[in-house]
């Protein structure tokens, strides 16, 4: 277990903004809600929305991919970029929330 965690922080991942995004927001919401209202908020679309416009405005201001002349942006590598953060954000934040619900009991 402790190699792993070795392994995030060695590797940079764990220092991505959105991932880290992800894990401070699952934090201060298992502190701050009550799981009944945590479960209720994670099956409503809102939620997923806004993440993936928080991706996508992250993505489109720090992480543009350009094209080869480095000219323009390549918006479609751009947008499969925006998914991956979505992803990204979402799997910590779950896995987070998950982990906090783990060591609660």
């Known amino acids: 277990m402790f190699k792993g965690i ?59 991919v350009y094209k080869e002349g480095g000219e323009e942006v390549n918006q479609f590598a751009t947008f499969i970029r925006t998914l991956g953060n979505t992803v990204k954000f979402t799997l910590a934040f779950l896995l987070t929330f998950s982990f906090m619900m783990m060591i609660s009991f």
């Open 6 to 64: 070795i392994a995030l922080f060695t590797s940079g991942l764990i220092f991505h903004p959105m991932i880290l995004g992800g894990i401070i927001s699952a934090v201060i919401v298992s502190f701050n809600w009550e799981n009944e209202e945590i479960y209720a908020i994670l099956r409503t679309s809102y939620l997923y929305i806004g993440i993936f416009a928080l991706a996508l405005a992250y993505t489109f201001i720090f992480a543009k």
